[in-house]
T-cell receptor, first 111, second 115 residues
Framework: KQEVTQIPAALSVPEGENLVLNCSFT??????LQWFRQDPGKGLTSLLL?????REQTSGRLNASLDKSSGRSTLYIAASQPGDSATYLC??????????FGRGTSLIVHP | DAGVIQSPRHEVTEMGQEVTLRCKPI?????LFWYRQTMMRGLELLIY????????DSGMPEDRFSAKMPNASFSTLKIQPSEPRDSAVYFC?????????????FGSGTQLSVL
């Protein structure tokens, strides 16, 4: 059974810092990995999707990497802003097409 | 497309009552997922439909929960009878599986409170 772990569980940083959020998974036989953002009381918004054949994806200040062999993905946020404050979740889609989610990293960026 | 649409946004009910949550997936998507989110357990998959057929319902907590997908554009999750421990946010998500993308899209969720 796929297990997904996200470290750290919570992070508080000053504005302007570059951040790395980590996601690890136990079964490397995956189709893709997707990063989401969730604001308090809201649904999940897709940020980036990395196919299993890809190493990384970029969108604006966000960069996500994938290392299937080691079962790890990282989400890099450059020049963090208070508006980046949210919970970030990763989801791993395996052979059954069922997404398995981590518990998320709660990020606070203070001015 | 309007995205995944869930209703109602909020539901407050009394213990023992029947609750029905509704979901309209994105047009053209062939897979639909129901998730439950709580502080204690995070996001839990309840049931997964592919082409309107339930593929994996191992996450459905007990017989009080049931889900249907009568057609490609509509699904329901029913709780009967409801209990206070069912209080959570219930999300519906859809994707197009088998085309090499499988990007998952979520609805805004239903906040359920059982008193």
């Amino acid at each position: 059974k796929q297990e997904v772990t996200q470290i750290p569980a919570a992070l508080s940083v000053p504005e302007g810092e570059n951040l790395v959020l980590n996601c690890s998974f136990t079964d490397s036989a995956i189709y893709n990995l997707q990063w989401f953002r969730q604001d308090p009381g809201k649904g999940l918004t897709s940020l980036l999707l990395i196919q299993s054949s890809q190493r990384e994806q970029t969108s604006g200040r966000l960069n996500a990497s994938l290392d299937k062999s080691s079962g790890r993905s990282t989400l890099y946020i450059a020049a963090s802003q208070p508006g980046d404050s949210a919970t970030y979740l990763c989801a791993v889609i395996g052979g059954s097409y069922i997404p398995t989610f981590g518990r998320g990293t709660s990020l606070i960026v203070h001015p | 497309d309007a995205g995944v649409i869930q209703s109602p946004r909020h539901e407050v009910t009394e213990m023992g009552q029947e609750v029905t949550l509704r979901c309209k997936p994105i047009s053209g998507h062939n897979s639909l997922f129901w998730y439950r989110q709580t502080m204690m357990r995070g996001l839990e998959l309840l049931i997964y439909f592919n082409n309107n057929v339930p593929i994996d319902d191992s996450g459905m907590p007990e017989d009080r929960f049931s889900a249907k997908m009568p057609n490609a554009s509509f699904s329901t999750l029913k709780i009967q009878p409801s209990e206070p421990r069912d209080s959570a946010v219930y999300f519906c998500a859809s994707s197009l599986v088998g085309q090499g993308d499988e990007k998952l899209f979520f609805g805004s969720g239903t906040q359920l409170s059982v008193l």
